[in-house]
């Protein structure tokens, strides 16, 4: 059985261990893509570049820092070796302030419905991760939720406190996409733990490189189709 996570296929072959769990934690193919969806949000109504990398900054210290050194926390398991758990607690509430601060600056420049988005992300950031609740929220469509379809109202409703219809288009595409991704995720894991053949975990691995690429890229062509 795979004792931590080290192998996985977005943890870097090079540089040291330390350097190697850090760039791990973050998860970034996952992050790109929940950051990703609040791009989506942002250039579904009339953007401000400004605001479009806030929110980027935003939930790339919610959700990439703090939601998963949270994960790393809540885990029955180890799943990057003995790190520290006060420095995962350090790292995540600095982060999770962060993105409080960032939030909380545009919800008094006006964008008001971000202020309950803020509330419900910061609910299942804890719920989920934590395993709160006795796990009752860890689950898939707490996933779906937190990690597809709220970042993309964020990105809207920083913009311009509204959605729009192109809005819940895109909120309707990151469920799926969230959805896919999750279930496939849990899959490829069993697998992993519990050291399955290659071409097993394999095909699992192709389909999560392929989804948060599909979204990354999508992104890019969104963004110059818009910004340009």
Known sequence: MEKDRLSEWFVPKFGSKNFRIIVGILFLPYTGMVISFAVWGSLSVEFNLDKLLSICVLYFCAIGISGHCLDALGSKKKPWGNISKRNLWTASIISLIVAILIGMYYVFSGSYWLFL?????????????????????????????????????????IQSNFVTL??????????????????????????????????????????????TSI????????????YL
């Open 117 to 157: 988005i803020g509330i419900i992300e910061i609910f299942f950031l804890l719920a989920y991760n934590l395993e709160l609740f006795q796990g009752k929220f860890h689950n898939n469509a707490s996933f779906v939720i937190s990690w597809g379809i709220l970042p993309v109202f964020a990105g809207a409703t």
């Open 215 to 226: 979204v990354v890229i999508l992104t890019v062509i969104i963004f110059i189709t818009k």
């Open 166 to 211: 192109e809005t819940i288009i895109y909120a309707v595409i990151s469920a799926s996409a969230s959805y896919i991704l999750i279930v496939t995720s849990k899959k490829y894991k069993i697998l992993k733990q519990n050291n399955a053949s290659y071409d097993l975990f394999y095909k699992k691995e192709i389909i999560l490189k392929s989804i």
